[in-house]
């Protein structure tokens, strides 16, 4: 193509995005991976990000009724999510996430999304490639200004006050938790900080007077282990590292069908035993029957509990 033709067709593809475009972003998967990252470079860029609410029922209900029955719950709550969006923003952004951090690969179902979100939906949907092991995820964001059509050097500096932005976030995670740690909360982000799936089990846990410790994500640098999927990485360096006193238990909040946790859990169990840290798994589904969670919590508490009061009368 002569060049003077490829360059208007470049011009055409930036101009598609006008700086006031409305840009959607589920309240799922990625977005917890990355807090306040997305709306604040899309923000400062002048362009008007829309998240989508936080997860309710209703939310759920809508996940069982558009979603693949096979899918585990967080892409589930995926779809429920995009769909809110769709009719309400120019654009929906769903990034391809290949890695989270380096020498690591994030759950495969992660890499396929703008894929399956274009194919089911018809709607226009903004992507880039989020592969941390080639690219920190400031320049991911650059090239997601390019695209866009932005000054680089805008692009740069958005870019830059975003990750801040992310970084105060994650910050508070641990100021606020590790105060109060006693029981140690094993999930991936987008289970563990969506209030609607975890809330519930962090707050019973509270009136049974357990102080809780979800594992926050900060920490970049995993040592080196046979664990290659990015968020079962971290959650494994941190039942390795245990320690017994500071910790009496940990519970994992899983999802149902989830692969990783499937040939993960039994590893992190194994651990804790070792270790001699009480260790239970709580697998969520749509369903999420509040009772029946309630019974094994209070049973479980109880159980560490008389360990506890046994131990200290020895
Ligand atoms: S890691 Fe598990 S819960 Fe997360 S997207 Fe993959 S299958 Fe679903």
Same mark, same amino acid.
């Given at each position: 193509m002569p060049m003077f033709k490829r360059r208007k067709k470049m011009r055409k593809s930036c101009s598609e995005?006008?700086? @006031?475009s409305r840009i959607g972003i589920p309240r799922a998967l990625y977005y917890f991976y990355y807090p306040e990252l997305w709306e604040s470079f899309f923000g400062s860029l002048g362009f008007v990000p829309v998240v989508s609410g936080e997860t309710t029922k209703e939310t759920v209900v809508r996940a069982s009724r558009i979603s693949?029955?096979?899918?585990c719950l967080p892409m589930k709550l995926f779809d429920a999510h995009f769909a809110e969006l769709v009719g309400r923003v120019d654009m929906i952004f769903v990034p391809r996430t290949? @890695?989270?951090?380096?020498?690591h690969l994030s759950c495969p179902k992660l890499s396929v999304l703008p894929d399956v979100a274009v194919l089911e939906n018809g709607v226009k949907v903004l992507t880039i490639d989020i592969d941390e092991r080639e690219q920190a995820i400031e320049k991911s964001l650059v090239l997601l200004g390019k695209m866009l059509g932005v000054d680089k050097k805008l692009a740069r500096s958005a870019a830059f006050q975003a990750k801040e932005k992310m970084l105060e976030v994650l910050a508070r995670r641990i100021m606020v938790r590790t105060i109060r740690a006693r029981f140690l909360i094993l999930g991936h982000p987008y289970i563990l900080y969506d209030d609607f799936i975890s809330g519930q089990i962090l707050r019973k846990l509270g009136k049974l007077g357990v102080y809780v410790e979800p594992i926050?994500?900060?920490?970049?640098?995993v040592s080196e282990s046979?664990?290659?999927w990015d968020t079962s990485s971290k959650m494994y360096e941190k039942v390795r590292l245990l320690d017994s006193d500071e910790y009496s238990a940990v519970i994992q909040i899983s999802a149902f069908n989830c692969g990783c946790d499937s040939i993960m859990t039994e590893m992190f169990r194994r651990v804790a035993r070792e270790k001699e840290i009480p260790y239970m798994i709580l697998v969520i589904d749509e369903h999420m029957a509040q009772a029946g969670i309630d019974t094994r919590l209070e049973a479980f508490v109880d159980s560490v509990r008389w360990r506890h009061d046994a131990d200290s009368r020895t």
């Amino acid at each position: 193509m002569p060049m003077f033709k490829r360059r208007k067709k470049m011009r055409k593809s930036c101009s598609e995005y006008r700086s @006031s475009s409305r840009i959607g972003i589920p309240r799922a998967l990625y977005y917890f991976y990355y807090p306040e990252l997305w709306e604040s470079f899309f923000g400062s860029l002048g362009f008007v990000p829309v998240v989508s609410g936080e997860t309710t029922k209703e939310t759920v209900v809508r996940a069982s009724r558009i979603s693949e029955a096979e899918h585990c719950l967080p892409m589930k709550l995926f779809d429920a999510h995009f769909a809110e969006l769709v009719g309400r923003v120019d654009m929906i952004f769903v990034p391809r996430t290949f @890695s989270t951090m380096g020498g690591h690969l994030s759950c495969p179902k992660l890499s396929v999304l703008p894929d399956v979100a274009v194919l089911e939906n018809g709607v226009k949907v903004l992507t880039i490639d989020i592969d941390e092991r080639e690219q920190a995820i400031e320049k991911s964001l650059v090239l997601l200004g390019k695209m866009l059509g932005v000054d680089k050097k805008l692009a740069r500096s958005a870019a830059f006050q975003a990750k801040e932005k992310m970084l105060e976030v994650l910050a508070r995670r641990i100021m606020v938790r590790t105060i109060r740690a006693r029981f140690l909360i094993l999930g991936h982000p987008y289970i563990l900080y969506d209030d609607f799936i975890s809330g519930q089990i962090l707050r019973k846990l509270g009136k049974l007077g357990v102080y809780v410790e979800p594992i926050t994500f900060c920490d970049q640098s995993v040592s080196e282990s046979f664990v290659k999927w990015d968020t079962s990485s971290k959650m494994y360096e941190k039942v390795r590292l245990l320690d017994s006193d500071e910790y009496s238990a940990v519970i994992q909040i899983s999802a149902f069908n989830c692969g990783c946790d499937s040939i993960m859990t039994e590893m992190f169990r194994r651990v804790a035993r070792e270790k001699e840290i009480p260790y239970m798994i709580l697998v969520i589904d749509e369903h999420m029957a509040q009772a029946g969670i309630d019974t094994r919590l209070e049973a479980f508490v109880d159980s560490v509990r008389w360990r506890h009061d046994a131990d200290s009368r020895t």
